[in-house]
Antibody, heavy 125, light 108 residues
């Protein structure tokens, strides 16, 4: 059974970089049928897709966050990671990692069919 | 970005009721639409994708319909576990995925 779990600091200082890791178990991150995604949920803004990565390292990012986001993958550890620069209080949220089927026709990334439990990240000095 | 608007924001219902939630897109998303259920302090759970395809393991009392800009999620015979918040999400190719603001189904 596929499981995803987020890990990382629960508190980040303003202007610093948030780093989170998602560990995948019960399945291979190298499965070509899926991308691997980060999504966040804040009380004021609801659910926001941050970006997604393929096992090859190919990425899609939300244009609204693209300038601050890097998502990478480590297939040897079955993990993928999120870095979000220049944190502000507006980045305080629960961050989820999720699996995202790759749609072949047309080539695109889709919905999110398996989620981690989420991790709360607060931005505060 | 494509905006997704759900209505109502809150819905009061009783066990056994049939409830319908609407999701409207600011432009056509064809059938590239998913529905999720979220209970407090838990991650969202996929219910339906491609507007009307039930995810494996999801009870058949859940159904989805629609295409283009208007979609509905229907729950037939509401069960105690169904009191939750429901979100729609589009995944139209070449557009960043966006979610609706959510519809909370609460006990009347």
């Amino acid at each position: 059974q596929l499981q995803l779990r987020e890990s990382g600091p629960g508190l980040v200082k303003p202007s610093e970089t948030l780093s989170l890791t998602c560990t995948v178990s019960g399945g291979s991150i190298s499965n070509t049928a899926y991308y691997w995604a980060w999504i966040r949920q804040s009380p004021g803004k609801g659910l926001d897709w941050i970006g997604s990565v393929f096992h090859s390292g190919n990425t899609y990012y939300n244009p609204s966050l693209k300038s601050r986001v890097t998502i990478s993958v480590d297939t040897s550890k079955n993990q993928f990671s999120l870095k979000l620069k220049s944190e502000t209080a507006a980045d305080t949220a629960v961050y989820y990692c999720a699996r995202q089927p790759f749609l072949v026709v047309p080539p695109a990334i889709g919905y999110f069919d398996s989620w981690g439990p989420g991790t709360l990240v607060a931005v505060s000095s | 970005d494509i905006q997704m608007t759900q209505s109502p924001s809150t819905l009061s219902a009783s066990v056994g009721d049939r409830v319908t939630i609407t999701c409207r897109a600011s432009q056509s998303v064809s059938s590239w639409l998913a529905w999720y259920q979220q209970t407090p302090n838990k991650a969202p759970k996929l219910l339906i994708y491609k507007a009307s395809t039930l995810e494996t393991g999801v009870p058949s009392r859940f159904s989805g319909s629609g295409s283009g800009t208007e979609f509905t999620l229907t729950i037939n015979s509401l069960q105690p576990d169904d009191f939750a918040t429901y979100y729609c999400q589009h995944y139209k190719p070449s557009s960043p995925a966006t979610f609706g603001q959510g519809t909370k189904v609460e006990l009347k």
